[in-house]
């Protein structure tokens, strides 16, 4: 089993339309969650981190199951700048300072 | 300053070059991470720094020597490449005891390309 799993889609919905997007991991033990934003040849840019009892930045809210082992974003009336893959990342090893990322989901914002 | 810089944004290197990635911050913060992303693939973690001192190195080939000459510079040396190390490397840094809250800070990447 991978330590950060997504599915990769791509995701192509129309302007407006709300997208939800899940991760799994495989360490319960892991403390650190965030959404990273990578665009076409660019370098991954933080989107937003996801606390315990969820947390919600604009038209983007994260959400954490830890019994489920689960983190899920949801966005909000999409724009086409939102096109982008969406990373999760985990602190996946227990003990281990560095960042593990899942593979990521393509999303496509149509007009 | 909030920035990640790595220099040079492009490099081609035949397999018999030396040649050196650079990166700097001026955040104060005092881990640094190397990260090798193929097209279409996620991040994937080679070296990490923590007080200037390398702490992880993920069964990386010696051909890849990491560098850490202060606490806001990192480097990557590059000897004797293959073709199959062409992709985008990329430096990343973080405050040491706050990272689970505010992750990493990336630079733009150095795009690799190796003849």
């Known amino acids: 089993r991978k330590e950060v799993e997504q599915d990769p889609g791509p995701f192509n919905v129309p302007e407006g339309a709300t997208v939800a997007f899940n991760c799994t991991y495989s360490?319960?033990?892991?403390?650190?969650f965030f959404w990273y934003r990578q665009d076409c040849r660019k370098e991954p840019k933080l989107l937003m981190s996801v606390y315990s009892s969820g947390n919600e930045d604009g038209r983007f809210t994260a959400q954490l199951n830890r019994a489920s082992q689960y983190i899920s974003l949801l966005i909000r009336d999409s724009k086409l700048s939102d096109s982008a893959t969406y990373l999760c990342?985990?602190?996946?090893?227990?003990?281990?300072?560095?960042?593990?990322f899942g593979s990521g989901t393509r999303l496509q914002v149509q007009p | 300053d909030t920035e990640v810089t790595q220099t040079p944004k492009h490099l081609v290197m035949g397999m018999t070059n030396k040649k050196s990635l650079k990166c700097e911050q001026h955040m104060g913060h005092r881990a640094m991470y190397w990260y090798k992303q193929k097209a279409k693939k996620p991040p994937e973690l080679m070296f990490v720094?923590?007080?200037?001192?390398?702490?992880i190195n993920e069964s990386v080939p010696s051909r890849f020597s990491p560098e850490c000459p202060n606490s806001s510079l990192l480097n990557l040396h590059l000897h004797a490449l293959q073709p199959e190390d062409s992709a985008l490397y990329l430096c990343?840094?973080?405050?040491?005891?706050?990272?689970?809250?505010?992750?990493?800070?990336f630079g733009s990447g150095t795009r690799l390309t190796v003849v």
């Open positions: 990343a840094s973080s405050q040491q005891d706050r990272d689970y809250l505010y992750g990493y800070t």
């Open positions: 360490n319960s033990a892991s403390q650190s």
């Open positions: 990342v985990v602190n996946a090893e227990t003990g281990r300072r560095a960042l593990t």
């Open positions: 720094y923590s007080y200037e001192k390398l702490s």
